[in-house]
């Protein structure tokens, strides 16, 4: 395994496409209902990673500073914030029909 990674059980994707994480994971990195996560996957299929969006919103941030607000502006303040992620998601399944 991967220096630093750690297995934390499996899960199965359920009928609509979502994916239980493990209540340990949950708790250990803070995960309620509602946030936001990027899914990332290598080219080759293989696997997928979630990263908190916020989390990425503040890396980027600290790494960019106002930079980087002043040329992504409102995108970056939607990444980082949870409230704009709840909305932005009942819009998309509106759309979708659901």
Avoid: W
């Amino acid at each position: 395994m991967m220096r630093g990674m750690k297995c934390y059980g499996s899960t199965v994707i359920g009928e609509k496409g979502q994916v239980v994480i493990p209540a340990e994971v949950r708790k250990k990195f803070h995960i309620k209902t509602g946030d936001k996560f990027l899914v990332l996957a290598g080219h080759k299929g293989v696997g997928i990673m979630l990263l908190k969006a916020d989390a990425l919103a503040k890396i980027v941030k600290n790494m960019f500073g106002d930079d980087l607000q002043g040329l992504l502006g409102a995108e970056l303040e939607e990444v980082s914030s949870p409230k704009a992620g709840r909305k932005s998601s009942k819009k998309a399944r509106g759309k979708r029909g659901h």
